[in-house]
């Protein structure tokens, strides 16, 4: 029985009929929508695709982003940048922005911490909605909904709440947890898009 199903997704795979890049484990992140092109590791990705932990997606270009669903019920958004799935566990899952913008929701969980980490930074998350943005050289997280702890190179952290958002630097001692200039309107709407509106 296992052999037949074996073979009937490899003649699915081989037909076209689904596209599975990646699924050597039981983490996969699965592609809901896409604007533009997006790739991992130099492959096309189409809606319904799933990729595994530790490979880079990419939605390079202005405008260009995709959404993935992560099967630990988190969702994300990479606009014009590239993104990674470092390590994936029931306790503590990390992730990599490595360039652009990354708008994330995650479900709140008591007993699994999310680490995002960027060039200058880390941000730990428990449940909340968020920007996170890898910028030349410097990181950027404003909060939609709930709280992220920032945290630096130096060790120096700050817990950013709702409406409130911060830069990091590499060469920053301390930072400030500013109140958001962005319009938070336009970046609920963005979570809305994705499916998960702020309330």
């Known amino acids: 029985m296992i052999r037949l199903k074996i073979l009937i997704m490899m003649a699915l795979c081989l037909n076209g009929l689904m596209n599975v890049v990646y699924s050597a484990d039981s983490f996969f992140a699965e592609v809901k ?22 490979k880079i997606i990419s939605a390079k270009g202005k405008g260009n982003f995709i959404d993935i669903k992560l099967s630990n019920g988190a969702a ?39 680490i995002i980490k960027t060039k200058q930074a880390a941000f730990a998350v428990r449940g909340t909605r968020f920007l996170a943005e890898q910028q030349e050289d410097k990181s950027f997280l404003c909060v939609c909904e709930g709280s992220v702890q920032a945290s630096n190179d130096t060790g120096k952290s700050v817990i950013v709440n709702a409406g409130s958002e911060v830069y990091i630097s590499k060469d920053d001692k301390d930072f400030v947890n500013n109140v958001a200039i962005r319009d938070m309107s336009k970046l609920k709407g963005v979570f809305s898009d994705m499916g998960y509106p702020v309330e």
């Not at 929508?33 to 530790?54: F, M, N, Q, T």
Request: aromatic share 10%; proline share 0%; hydrophobic share 35%.
């Open 33 to 54: 929508k896409i604007r533009g092109v997006a790739y991992v590791e130099g492959k096309e990705l189409k809606i319904g695709d799933r990729v595994g932990a530790g």
């Open 76 to 114: 994300m958004r990479i606009v014009g940048g590239e993104f990674r799935v470092s390590k994936v566990s029931n306790r503590m899952s990390v992730y990599e922005i490595l360039m652009g913008k990354v708008f994330s929701y995650f479900k709140k969980t008591s007993n699994s911490q999310h």
